[in-house]
């Protein structure tokens, strides 16, 4: 059975810092991508962060030079490192693994940056 458990969310001021973990279990991880997807209030979900099984990394562009997205496949880990959070970064944010032909949500972590 996949599992995928975030944690790391919670409130921040505008301009702060949060990193968000994503502990994978029941999966291949260092032959897995593993991504970061949210969802603001009223919106569809979208793409924030993707690391490949090598390494190779991608990023939205509201979020390129802000976020920085890492693995560590001895501890089953994918990180999102989330640096001068804005207001519009509010959401819900879930860890995404894939690995074709199956793809696997956690269950979200809510961060909430106020102005």
């Known amino acids: 059975q996949v599992q995928l458990v975030e944690s790391g969310g919670g409130w921040v001021q505008a301009g702060g810092s949060l990193r968000l973990s994503c502990v994978a279990s029941?999966?291949?991880?260092?032959?897995?991508?593993m991504g970061w997807y949210r969802q603001a209030p009223g919106k569809q979900r979208e793409m924030v962060a993707t690391?490949?099984?090598?390494?190779?990394?991608n990023y939205a562009d509201s979020v390129k030079g802000r976020f920085t997205i890492s693995r560590d496949n001895a501890k089953n880990t994918v990180y999102l490192q989330m640096n001068s959070l804005k207001p519009e970064d509010t959401a819900v944010y879930y860890c995404?693994?894939?690995?074709?032909?199956?793809?696997?949500w956690g269950q979200g972590t809510r961060v909430t940056v106020s102005s």
């Open positions: 029941g999966i291949r991880f260092s032959i897995t991508a």
């Open positions: 995404n693994a894939k690995n074709y032909p199956r793809t696997y």
């Open positions: 690391i490949t099984s090598g390494g190779s990394t």
